[in-house]
């Protein structure tokens, strides 16, 4: 498919025509139910969707169904950051609240000798349990504070972005179907 937004019909806005993407591809019921339909896939370092759509349907036009099967909105957002863009990420959004500007941001995110930057605490046990930063320094004796580990701004939003890897592809033998599922949906 040389480009997914070409098969979607247009409508007109104040005089200019514009591409109706408010319509979304809905799955054939037979391939959504069956099993087989998706496979796990981990992105490798600064790969985009269309790298994927390339190295596994052969056809980065395919990025589409990349986007569908992980329910992709925004590509800039929904999708993992590269180094550079973490970095640009985490300025912009953390300048504020850390008082510093530029790379200062970045130290600041890291800094362990401050308890500003604590997103929360995690049990070394179990570090699917935590506990608010309040929590831990409002606690009485009944919380062994040596249970628990501070995750700090950087290591929680590094473990977001890195959890984006993780994406779901359709399995290719399903891609021709999914298309021609497209252009019914969209009338085309």
């Known amino acids: 498919m040389p ?18 993407v408010t319509r979304r591809a809905k799955f054939i019921d037979a391939i959504r139910i069956n099993p087989l339909t998706f496979l796990p896939y981990t992105v490798s370092g600064d790969d985009r969707p269309e790298d994927v759509a390339f190295y596994y349907y052969g056809d980065a036009g395919f990025v589409w169904l990349v986007y569908l099967a992980n329910n992709i909105i925004d590509p800039y957002t929904d999708w993992v950051m590269t180094d550079s863009d973490f970095e640009k990420f985490l300025i912009k959004k953390y300048a504020a609240q850390s008082g510093t500007e530029g790379f200062e941001v970045l130290n600041w995110t890291l800094n362990a000798t401050i308890t500003e930057n604590i997103i929360h605490y995690e049990n070394i046990a179990d570090p699917t349990l935590t506990l608010s930063p309040d929590t831990i320094i409002l606690s009485d004796s009944s919380i062994a ?44």
Do not use: C
């Open 145 to 188: 504070v040596s249970d628990w580990s501070p995750v700090r701004v950087y290591e929680y939003e590094s473990r977001i972005n890195e959890d984006k890897r993780n994406v779901t592809i359709i399995n290719k033998i399903y891609a021709d179907s999914m298309e021609k599922e497209l252009e019914a949906l969209l009338n085309v």
């Open 3 to 20: 480009s997914y937004f070409k098969k979607f019909p247009t409508v007109n806005y104040n005089g200019t025509i514009l591409t109706d």
